[in-house]
């Protein structure tokens, strides 16, 4: 199994839906835990970061930690063409070695 | 302006030639690291440093060395290139290890 599991996609959503992306992860030690948006032909810039279980909100963003289930959560609310992008789930091992997702690509459409 | 820069952008090479990737950070940040990304396998990291003279192997290091001689440098030397290490390379860096990462722009390397 791998560390980090996220599903690639593509997902395409109409303009105002509310978007949901989603990472597993095996590794019990992760406390760190972060979502990145990289557009097409550019570096991964950092949208979220949470450290352990529980939820962050920033804008129409809101990130969720479940350390239980191994489970992190990306929403988007009220989505937009500008958010079309890759996201991608990153957590941070003890060593302070990062753990990307494979990167999930969405679509908003207008 | 805080930035990571990256050079060259992009490079075309030939089997066995040696070159460096070099990167750069304005920020005096002590952390340090090279990612490849690759279609279907996603960001993985080639090797870290935690701070001038410290450096550490990532998942994928086999082929790739680094040095960090000052803060603010951390070149990726790859001594003989092969066509596996066509691949699109990101440097990142950040104040310190447990906080966040700034990427670079990219280099898109192609080897022959």
């Known amino acids: 199994q791998k560390e980090v599991e996220q599903d690639p996609g593509p997902l395409s959503v109409p303009e105002g839906a509310i978007v949901s992306l989603n990472c597993t992860y095996s590794?019990?030690?992760?406390?760190?835990f972060m979502w990145y948006r990289q557009y097409s032909r550019k570096g991964p810039e950092l949208l979220m970061y949470?450290?352990?279980?529980g939820n962050k909100e920033d804008g129409r963003f809101t990130a969720q930690v479940d350390k239980s289930s191994k489970y992190i959560s990306l929403f988007i609310r009220d989505s937009q063409p500008s958010d079309s992008a890759t996201y991608l789930c990153?957590?941070?091992?003890?060593?302070?070695?990062?753990?990307f997702g494979k990167g999930t690509k969405l679509s908003v459409k207008p | 302006e805080a930035q990571v820069t990256q050079n060259p952008r992009y490079l075309i090479t030939v089997t066995g030639k040696k070159l460096t990737v070099t990167c750069s950070q304005n920020?005096?940040?002590?952390?340090m690291s090279w990612y490849r990304q690759d279609p279907g396998l996603g960001l993985r990291q080639i090797y870290y440093?935690?701070?001038?003279?410290?450096?550490d192997k990532g998942d994928v290091p086999e082929g790739y060395k680094v040095s960090r001689k000052e803060k603010r440098n951390f070149p990726l030397i790859l001594e003989s290139p092969s066509p596996n290490q066509t691949s699109l390379y990101f440097c990142?860096?950040?104040?310190?290890?447990?906080?966040?990462?700034?990427f670079g722009p990219g280099t898109r390397l192609t080897v022959l």
């Open positions: 920020m005096n940040h002590e952390y």
């Open positions: 990142a860096s950040s104040l310190a290890v447990w906080d966040t990462q700034y």
């Open positions: 440093s935690m701070n001038v003279e410290v450096t």
């Open positions: 590794n019990s030690a992760f406390q760190y």
């Open positions: 990153a957590m941070k091992g003890s060593q302070g070695n990062l753990i």
């Open positions: 949470t450290y352990s279980s």
